[in-house]
């Protein structure tokens, strides 16, 4: 069977999109995770917290409690891009609310004249509305459904979060994944080739000959 890899991802921002524009510039990621997982065991993590070299706004801090005071310790986006591109290269990119964090992300690699992803991407937002249309589908919303522990996430965290989301993903397609390894089990039995032997031939002395003749001369009395 092939591995299956998925990356669970997450982004921390200082606004809610490349386009909106304040006295400071453009807004900028300020932190990245990830959770790197083979046919669904944790394999590896990726997580930086990222310089944005402006201030971040009250309304972002109060998402993820994350001051320019403490990212001014970090690293730009520029110094730490290769080793996430590296880390995420051919995988499927798992992500809540998709459009905003490769929106942020590819933005970045632009700004650096880099390629942008081109990863395939699974969007748990839209999965999440079509398995449960009408119920609420955000992250939250999905660990209470399925009573994932929410206790440690008083501010949102890239990291935190992708660990999250890859406990909601597992949930909502646990059905699926049973229903996947029984069809597979089927397969491999009816793929299984038929052994099929060839007929014993026993030889037999004339004195088992003259018995057996005997015995069924005695079934016809």
């Given at each position: 069977m092939s591995e299956i890899v998925r990356v669970f991802l997450d982004t921390e921002t200082t606004g809610l999109s490349t386009t909106q524009k304040d006295e400071?510039?453009?807004?900028?990621?300020?932190?990245?995770g990830?959770?790197?997982?083979?046919?669904?065991?944790?394999?590896?993590?990726f997580?930086?917290?990222?310089n944005p070299g402006r201030p971040v706004p009250a309304r972002a801090q109060e998402?993820?409690?994350?001051?320019?005071?403490?990212?001014?310790?970090?690293?730009?986006?520029?110094?730490?891009?290769?080793?996430f591109v590296d880390f995420v290269k051919g995988h499927v990119l798992v992500i809540h609310n998709a459009r905003f964090d490769m929106e942020f992300l590819n933005w970045e690699l632009f700004q650096l004249q880099q390629e942008p992803l081109d990863n395939p991407v699974e969007d748990t937002l839209v999965l999440a509305r079509k398995k449960f249309p009408?119920?609420?589908a955000s992250l939250d919303a999905l660990c209470r459904r399925?009573?994932?522990?929410?206790?440690?996430?008083?501010?949102?965290?890239?990291l935190?979060?992708?660990?999250?989301l890859r406990e909601v993903y597992q949930e909502m397609f646990k059905e699926q994944a049973v229903l996947n390894f029984s069809a597979q089990v089927s397969a491999e039995q009816i793929d299984r080739p038929r052994v099929v032997r060839a007929p014993r031939s026993f030889d037999i002395s004339?004195?088992?000959?003259?018995?057996?003749?005997?015995?069924?001369?005695n079934l016809k009395k």
């Open positions: 400071h510039g453009f807004h900028r990621i300020v932190e990245i990830c959770v790197k997982t083979v046919n669904g065991c944790v394999q590896d993590k997580h930086c917290y990222v998402v993820h409690g994350l001051t320019q005071s403490f990212l001014s310790q970090f690293q730009p986006f520029e110094k730490i891009y290769q080793s009408g119920s609420p399925f009573r994932i522990d929410l206790s440690q996430r008083s501010y949102h965290g890239a935190l979060d992708a660990q999250l004339p004195k088992e000959a003259e018995d057996h003749e005997t015995a069924l001369l």
